[in-house]
């Protein structure tokens, strides 16, 4: 904390300077070279500053400027012209079409900043502007579909988490995560999902680490894959992703204020569909004391008809408005009876239970510069409230950043920013006591009506349940009132984070530059979780402190030079990185002692503790070498050796090279006009991946179960430590075809990649009988190949309009080609109930989905036994892999005149994911299916001797099973035989035997992600008051097609950022958000 104090406080000195400038009113005309015809929509910018305008309908301008000012004119796909006003008061100008769209320079490893056309690998850069259309929550899902080779998986909840995966998985238990650095500023991602919620078991999603990133602030996004990402060493095997954002720029005096007000809104998309037929309970026979299905039970005299309040299922009476009911809520405080209501569908279902989510935010950056100095200003401000009731968030985001030339030689840079992050009531997803989607879509009653819920409790605070135990017992059987559990069993969390770095560098002789720099990362982080008296389960407070910092100290020395035809660039440098992660966790046990009372003192038996400390330190050596032979052959290669703590001792020091090379062949084909720029390259890297601390020598952990005889205890871990553990290794190789074609018309990026790590950390099960679980090793190989394509496309281009097309095509082939001796398989996890496993399997994709399945006959039916329902394995059997066979983004972009629209489709195909809810929701009765029409035309739900009944598509016949474990059908037929409905939605639970490949679908979807329309407010509006002003309107996540089940999205499924993907156990619904944006500059 005192290390970015410090930081903070050389930044504000650095900034100190003021600057006075003399301006006057210029304007002039911007034409085209190809038709000499005004061109609207040109950007014409101070250099060095933001402040600018915008060309009219008719190519016109006028701005303010200096007489010492250069102004800018650009625009896309023409060359960008620089002219110095002088004592000029009108500059028309000319706009030449650009030619080569690759001497464009991006952002690569350590920041170095290389022509793009130089890169043996493959680059791509994602734009601030193009990323902020529309208001983005987080960096990670907004590079969705924008980026070749990239794979994003988001939760949907508020404040949740979202998956990156560059070129496939590469670890089998170790991290798959990118690192990410803002600034040079390596930034921690840590997810914590609180309790099961990463395989499905319940728990909160509290959020990537990277959410604190704002997004506003974002210049461009460079990914790193491969070679390009060897430089970083032991944290590049998953690649890196690189976020440059806005600074103050030096250059030419100047002063302006960019402001920015967005307003979201969020409304449910996607939840599954449910029964409107059946209300909750079984069937309650007549000669069991029922009447038309109902129990009944005498007060005062009266006999009343109410449904089974303890079921939490909805196999109960058909819908009858002429039946009237004691209903959950139909009871006066004293428990008398106060109404009977209809038996009829609810007027508000589950849908109406999340409310209309409302993002508001305010962005406001301030840029000061000069000759010789820039910074810059920034400030966000993000208020959420939340679909979840009683869920809100709000986030404050402070930034400064100055760079300034001391003197010729010395320059410094550096910035600071800090985030406040305070949410409460974030959803509980998965399989949990107070998952709200878990109670709605698994288990319920369908005749609820959730306005009515909202009265959860009584005037002397006791809940008041639709699930009460009995007619005279108030108390929850199996699930609270989804408003008490919104109200009275919700979690709070708050994050305080600084994040930054400050640099000098110095010119020693021209092109010897030697710099210095620091990077620091500093959260902590606070959650409390509260379950109330009088809730289904038992009472309980938890409470969880994080502190966590990182910092890097970096050297280099660069030089470069051009000889003859050669040129020739290269550094050397050193790093020391120290990373501390504390964490102190406390939670009741027994029971609260007083009601309301949040406190861990306030525990029935005593507070179950824990406390956890671990350090790490990386010491890196790492150099590059770059040569470039007539802007045609480069060549380029790097080397780094870290120095691991985490390592043992004596094999504690890796090394990461790594050598790339490009052929710009169309430097020797000039006489092709239409060919403006053509290069193969070629790449190739070993990067690694080490372990957590303490994975190497045996060490004693606090129990946190409670003392003995007052005293702590101590006990060994259950993973025997490895003093031989070694860190993973990735090598890599690809290929690839860069192309500009028709003067940027067409720009074509292709790349075939294979990676391939070995030496897997991966836990290996002991016996019992050695007093461990298992043991941490290295042993086995995954490789990963596959193409990724980057396509661009400008259809149409005239003076008044453009369209503007953008592919982005990633195809990973994954395969786990060894283990451990003889050993075939590994667990990932287990889905909750068992039945499926997430596992590693020998020869197989990583990540497949185990479970029993179908059993099929010679032409693929499925074979149904004797009983009327499917057969199914005795044995698990993979299900399919999570992981696509491939994704595709297609961005559009129109523009006419001052207007423009983009939109985003994402199209994923192939994967698995299993769906417990679909699971239990069949078994409950709670799904469409469940109540629907067969083919004689009657209700499945209607007796099979009246008629009803389902009859399950397939054949039956004769399986005999071989002792290997393959079965043969024979005699098979057509199945006639009808079940009843209840007997086949309670066979979709595996552990009666029964396939659990029934819940797993396809994850196959074609999202409308991104719609935007905007208009950019022509100069002569805006009176001299504004030098742009911007409005649009937006929408995301607006329609899907192509799902396998209706109501069901695979990112449902989505679980965090860790390795555990495709299980669902306790879904949130899918949401669409629409919403307008206000920008200003002046």
């Known amino acids: 904390m005192k290390k970015m104090i410090g930081l903070f406080v050389c930044l504000i000195f650095m900034g100190l300077q003021v600057v006075n400038a003399q301006s006057k009113q210029i304007s002039g005309t911007v034409t085209s070279a190809e038709d000499g015809l005004g061109m609207p929509g040109v950007s014409v910018v101070i250099k060095g500053t933001t402040i600018g305008a915008s060309t009219d309908i008719d190519g016109k301008y006028s701005l303010e400027a200096s007489p010492e000012d250069v102004l800018m004119f650009s625009f896309v796909g023409m060359v960008t012209q620089e002219i110095t006003v002088g004592q000029k008061t009108v500059i028309d100008v000319v706009l030449e079409t650009e030619s080569i769209g690759v001497d464009e320079v991006v952002v690569t490893a350590l920041g170095i900043t290389r022509e793009k056309k130089a890169l043996g690998y493959a680059a791509q850069e994602v734009g601030g502007d193009e990323l902020n259309t529309i208001q983005q929550t987080d960096a990670v899902s907004a590079l969705s579909g924008r980026v070749a080779g990239v794979q994003i998986a988001s939760s949907g909840n508020m404040g949740g988490s979202s998956r990156i995966l560059i070129r496939g998985a590469n670890s089998i238990t170790q991290e798959n995560q990118p690192l990410f650095i803002v600034d040079g500023v390596p930034m921690d991602n840590s997810n ?128 009858n408005p002429n039946v009237n009911v004691v209903h959950w809520d139909g009871f006066n405080e004293d428990g008398s009876v106060k109404e009977t209501r209809p038996w009829v569908a609810p007027a508000n279902d589950v849908e109406d239970f999340w409310e209309t989510g409302v993002t508001s935010t305010t962005s406001i950056g301030i840029n000061k510069s000069g000759e010789d100095y820039g910074m810059r200003l920034a400030y966000k401000y993000t208020d959420v409230d939340g679909t979840m009731p009683n869920s809100s968030q709000e986030k404050h985001d402070f930034k400064v950043s100055t760079r300034a030339d001391l003197t010729d030689k010395l320059s410094v840079n550096g910035s600071i920013t800090y985030v406040r992050t305070k949410a409460k009531g974030r959803p509980e997803i998965g399989y949990g006591d107070n998952s709200v989607g878990q109670k709605f879509f698994q288990w319920g009653q369908r005749q609820l009506d959730y306005k009515r819920l909202k009265n959860y409790k009584t005037s002397t605070g006791e809940p008041i349940t639709w699930n009460r135990k009995s007619f005279t017992d108030p108390h929850p059987k199996y699930a609270d009132n989804p408003y008490w559990t919104a109200y009275e069993n919700y979690s709070d969390d708050m994050r305080n984070r600084f994040y930054g770095n400050v640099s000098a560098s110095y010119e020693i002789i021209e092109n010897l530059l030697v710099k210095g720099s620091v990077y620091g990362d500093y959260y902590n982080f606070t959650i409390r979780e509260r379950t109330a008296v009088g809730s289904q389960a038992t009472p309980s407070y938890y409470e969880a402190a994080r502190e966590y910092s990182e910092f890097n100290y970096e050297g280099i020395v660069s030089y470069s030079k051009k000889i003859d035809d050669f040129d020739l660039s290269g550094l050397v440098g050193v790093n020391r990185r120290d990373v501390r992660y504390d964490f102190l966790r406390g939670q009741t046990s027994g029971g609260l002692v007083v009601p309301g009372v949040y406190n861990l003192l306030n525990s029935v038996d005593p507070a179950l503790m824990n406390d956890i400390t671990t350090e790490r330190q990386t010491n890196s050596v790492f150099a590059q070498f770059a040569v470039g032979y007539r802007n045609m052959l480069y060549l380029e290669a790097t080397y780094r050796t870290d120095w691991s703590s985490t390592l043992p001792g004596f094999e504690n020091k890796y090394s990461y090279p790594s050598i790339s090379g490009s052929f710009v062949f169309s430097e020797l084909l000039e006489d092709i006009t239409w060919l403006n720029m053509g290069k193969l390259r070629l790449g190739w890297a070993e990067v690694g991946n080490d372990t957590d601390p303490y994975n190497v020598q045996k060490t004693y952990e606090y129990n946190g179960d409670g003392a003995f005889m007052n005293k702590p205890r101590l006990g060994v871990p259950d993973d025997l430590l490895n003093e031989n553990l070694k860190s993973e290794t990735t090598r890599s190789k690809e290929i690839g075809l860069d192309l500009n074609l028709f003067n940027n018309r067409i720009d074509l990026s292709a790349t075939y990649f294979d990676n391939r790590t070995f030496d897997q950390i991966m836990p290996l099960q002991l016996s019992q009988a050695t007093g461990y679980a298992s043991r941490f090793i290295n042993a086995g190989e995954m490789t990963n190949k596959g193409i990724e394509i980057a396509l661009g496309v400008t259809p149409v281009r005239t003076k008044d309009f453009e369209w503007n097309v953008m592919f982005n095509y990633t195809k990973v082939n994954n395969k786990l080609e060894k283990l451990y001796n003889d050993l075939e398989s590994l667990d990932i996890q287990r889905a909750p109930f068992g039945g499926v496993f997430l596992r590693a399997s020998l020869g197989d994709t990583y990540g497949t989905l185990w479970g029993t399945d179908f059993l099929y006959d010679d032409a693929g039916n499925k074979v149904i036994g004797s009983n009327g329902y499917y057969e199914s394995t005795s044995d698990l059997v993979p299900l399919g892999s999570v992981l696509p066979d491939f994704t595709l983004g297609i961005r559009n972009g129109f523009s006419y005149k001052n207007f423009d ?8 195909k192939g994967g698995k994911f299993y769906s417990l809810s679909h699971m239990w929701g069949m078994y409950s009765g709670m799904y469409k299916e469940t109540a629907g029409v067969n083919d004689k035309g009657n209700e499945i739900r209607d007796a099979v001797a009246d008629g009803g009944g389902i009859r399950l598509e397939g054949v039956t016949g ?91 999205d695979p990112e449902m499924a989505a679980n965090g950022s860790g390795n555990v993907q495709g299980l669902e156990g306790g879904l949130q619904p899918m949401f669409r958000s629409y919403g307008f944006n206000l920008k200003l500059n002046f």
Do not use: C
């Open 192 to 319: 914590y999902n609180a309790g099961g919620a990463a395989s499905g078991g319940g728990g909160i999603d509290y959020g990537n680490m990277l959410n604190d990133i704002n997004a506003d602030e974002i210049e461009d996004i460079s990914v790193l894959k491969g070679a390009a990402a060897a430089l970083y060493g032991s944290r590049a095997a998953n690649g890196v992703v690189l976020i440059t954002t806005k600074s103050g720029s030096k250059g030419k005096k100047g002063f302006s204020i960019d402001f920015s007000q967005s307003m979201g809104f969020e409304r449910v998309a996607t939840i599954p569909e449910m029964q409107k037929k059946y209300g909750g309970g079984t069937i309650v026979a007549d000669e069991d004391g029922g009447v038309n299905g109902f129990a009944t039970v005498t007060v005062g005299g009266q006999t009343y008809l109410h449904p089974q309040y303890q079921v939490d299922e909805s196999w109960g009476p058909r819908y």
């Open 901 to 908: 629209m983009n939109f985003l489709i994402d199209i994923r």
């Open 958 to 1048: 004769d399986v005999v099973w071989n002792e290997d474990g393959t079965y043969t059908v024979s005699n098979t037929a057509a199945n006639e035989k009808y079940v009843s409905a209840a007997g086949w939605g309670a066979r979709h639970y595996h552990g009666f035997g029964y396939p659990s490949a029934q819940s797993v679908f396809n994850a196959d979807y074609v999202k409308l992600r991104e719609v935007t329309i905007g208009y950019n407010i022509p100069k002569s509006f805006l009176n001299g008051i504004f030098n742009s002003a911007r409005i649009s309107v937006y929408g995301k996540n607006l329609f899907t097609w192509g799902l396998d089940k209706k109501g069901f």
